[in-house]
């Protein structure tokens, strides 16, 4: 027969016990809990004859609020940074199939005109625009005339030197300026694509393109619509 275990040895729970919380000491609450039990101890064994500096105690006990004021305030900021984030994400969510133009030379044509420009870093007599296939061939040279410093916009609407229509593809842009000092500049190039994707990169938000770039939302120069 087997033997039976001893029933009264098992521990059994007591809602009355007490429980031991274990304080932390570095934390604001605790340590002005702590400093007030010293300061309380220091007031009852004082010397009646040199009593202590009233003016610095209160003075440490409000440095201690202040910390506690600043930790609270810390907590409140970071809440309030993960609901604009958040925000964030959901307006651009909404941008998805719109057309963003960022820093960038491809093009990906695919029947529709697409939006480019450049931008200078001075006035310029002349604007030259040159859109090469993916094999590195030249497909379309055009002069877009003069053009002040700023962001010169244009529309390739998809059609090779000889006025047809190319098919759809990738292809390269690239623009060479020339300043009324008859200065060659070579001005940063913008092309727009259609939003495929909002993500995020940790607490970042990515935009990615239809073209393969990726971009983050401050890189986008301008919303097409």
């Known amino acids: 027969m087997a033997a039976i275990s001893n029933l009264s040895q098992i521990k059994k729970y007591d809602p009355t016990a007490i429980t031991t919380t274990v304080n932390d000491p570095t934390s ?6 702590n400093f007030l039990k010293m300061l309380t101890a220091q007031l009852q ?22 910390v506690d004021g600043i930790n609270k305030m810390n907590t409140s900021m970071t ?55 993916a094999d590195g061939t030249t497909v379309a040279e055009t002069d877009l005339g003069a ?7 244009f529309i390739w609407d998809g059609l090779d030197g000889a006025g047809k229509v190319l098919p759809s593809g ?23 694509s259609r939003v495929a994707t909002v993500g995020k990169s ?16 401050t890189e986008i120069e301008q919303w097409v619509a």
């Open 202 to 217: 940790g607490a970042n938000l990515e935009v990615t393109l239809a073209d393969g770039r990726t971009v983050k939302p």
């Open 79 to 133: 809440s309030m940074l993960s609901q604009i984030q958040s925000n964030d994400f959901v307006n651009m969510s909404t941008t998805v199939g719109k057309k963003a133009m960022a820093a960038g030379n491809k093009i990906l044509f695919s029947g529709e005109s697409v939006n480019v420009a450049a931008k200078l870093d001075s006035d310029a007599t002349s604007v030259k625009a040159t859109i090469k296939a």
């Open 45 to 66: 064994n004082q010397d009646p004859m040199n009593p202590m500096d009233s003016a610095g105690m209160t003075s440490q006990l409000a440095q201690l609020n202040m």
């Open 170 to 192: 990738f292809y390269t842009l690239s623009i060479a300026a020339e300043t009324t000092e008859g200065k060659t500049q070579t001005p940063t190039v913008y092309t727009s």
């Open 147 to 153: 053009g002040s410093q700023g962001l010169f916009k």
């Open 28 to 33: 604001t609450k605790d340590m002005t809990q």
